[in-house]
């Protein structure tokens, strides 16, 4: 997962044949501020989410997919500038 600031954009790759995903942003653990995308399958693996909507600060990303019966997660902390 990589965030890009000059494009307000986090980009990652997903296996070609995940079942379903979604990134969710958060803003902190005591914050109920979250914002979740459901992302689809294309016939790419590079997918890229728009960071335009969150509020300048730190955020963590949540990257959750599934791929037949297993689940996998990748997080990252993000500073929104």
Same mark, same amino acid.
């Given at each position: 997962?990589?965030?890009?600031?000059?494009?307000?954009?986090?980009?990652?790759?997903?296996?070609?044949?995940?079942?379903?995903?979604?990134?969710?942003?958060?803003?902190?653990?005591?914050? #109920?501020?979250?914002?979740?995308? +459901?992302?689809?399958?294309? /016939?790419?693996? @590079?997918?890229? &989410?728009?960071?335009?909507?969150?509020?300048?600060?730190?955020?963590?990303?949540? #990257?959750?997919?599934?791929?037949? +019966?297993?689940?996998?997660? /990748?997080?990252? @902390?993000?500073? &929104?500038?």
């Amino acid at each position: 997962m990589t965030y890009q600031p000059n494009s307000q954009q986090v980009t990652f790759v997903l296996p070609m044949y995940f079942t379903k995903a979604e990134i969710v942003f958060s803003k902190s653990s005591k914050s #109920l501020e979250n914002f979740s995308f +459901k992302i689809v399958p294309t /016939s790419k693996p @590079v997918h890229a &989410i728009s960071t335009e909507i969150l509020e300048k600060g730190q955020w963590l990303a949540q #990257l959750i997919w599934s791929q037949g +019966k297993s689940q996998f997660c /990748s997080e990252q @902390v993000i500073d &929104i500038n």
